[in-house]
C-alpha cells in the first residue's frame, strides 16, 4: 500500500541547532506540503511543492526551508532552531489533477521540541 | 479574512445523539472543494468527507454527511449516532484547484461524546 512516512517521530533540540525532519511519500504525488500545528492555530502552511525542484514559502515560512530533489520527498530543515518552533509537524501529499477533489494524505506527525 | 472558520473550540454530546459541527468559507473561486478530516488523540489525520463546489447533493459516508448551503459558504459536518470513539478533533479544510491549489484548514473542534 502507498504511504506517507515521516522520520522521527520525535525529537527533542538544542536551541540554535539544525533539525531535518524528512518526510517520504510512495503515492507518486507532485504535490507535497509542510504543516505545524498548535493549540488554537490549527493546521499552518509552511512550505509546499509542486514537483521536483519546485518549492513554495507558505503562511509561517520564516525560520524553514524545504527542498525537493525527487518525487518521493521533502525534508523540512529547521537552519538554527528556536522554542517557537516546538510544535507538530505533519507532512502530505495529494495528487496534482487540477481538480478540486483528492484529499490530502497526512504522515503520522513528527513532535519537535526545542529547548 | 480567514479562508476557514471554525467558531466552536469546544463540543459535548451525548452517545448515539447527532451533533453537527460548523465551517464557513471564504472563497471568490467557483471550483473548490470542501473536506473535514478527524484527528483522534493518537494524533494521525484521518479524511472524512469531501464536497466539490458543483456538488448538487450533500456528500454522506457512513455515519457523517455535509450539509452544504453554498450562498451561506458553510460545509458543516453532521454526525449521526455519536459513539465515544468519535471523541477528537475535526478540522475543516477547504482546496481551490485553481488559486495555487492548497489546503486552507480552520482551527478545529474538540469532540466530545459523554457516555
Known amino acids: ?115 | 479574512a480567514q479562508k476557514i472558520t471554525q467558531t466552536q473550540p469546544g463540543m459535548f454530546v451525548q452517545e448515539k445523539e447527532a451533533v453537527t459541527l460548523d465551517c464557513t468559507y471564504d472563497t471568490s473561486d467557483p471550483s473548490y472543494g470542501l473536506f473535514w478530516y478527524k484527528q483522534p488523540s493518537s494524533g494521525e489525520m484521518i479524511f472524512l468527507i469531501y464536497q466539490g463546489s458543483y456538488d448538487q447533493q450533500n456528500a454522506t459516508e457512513g455515519r457523517y454527511s455535509l450539509n452544504f448551503q453554498k450562498a451561506r459558504k458553510s460545509a458543516n459536518l453532521v454526525i449521526s449516532a455519536s459513539q465515544l470513539g468519535d471523541s477528537a478533533m475535526y478540522f475543516c479544510a477547504m482546496r481551490e484547484p485553481f488559486n495555487g491549489n492548497q489546503f486552507y484548514f480552520g482551527t478545529g473542534t474538540s469532540l466530545t461524546v459523554i457516555p
Open chain 1, 1 to 115: 500500500d502507498a504511504e506517507i512516512t515521516q522520520s522521527p517521530r520525535h525529537k527533542i533540540t538544542e536551541t540554535g541547532r539544525q533539525v531535518t525532519l524528512a518526510c517520504h511519500q510512495t503515492w507518486n504525488h507532485n504535490n507535497m506540503f509542510w504543516y505545524r500545528q498548535d493549540l488554537g492555530h490549527g493546521l499552518r502552511l509552511i512550505h509546499y511543492s509542486y514537483g521536483v525542484h519546485d518549492t513554495n514559502k507558505g503562511e509561517v515560512s520564516d525560520g524553514y526551508s524545504v527542498s525537493r530533489s525527487n518525487t518521493e520527498d521533502l525534508p523540512l530543515t529547521l537552519e538554527s532552531a528556536a522554542s517557537s518552533q516546538t510544535s507538530v509537524y505533519f507532512c502530505a501529499s495529494s495528487e496534482n489533477s487540477g481538480r478540486a477533489s483528492g484529499e490530502l494524505f497526512f504522515g503520522e506527525g513528527s513532535r519537535l521540541t526545542v529547548l
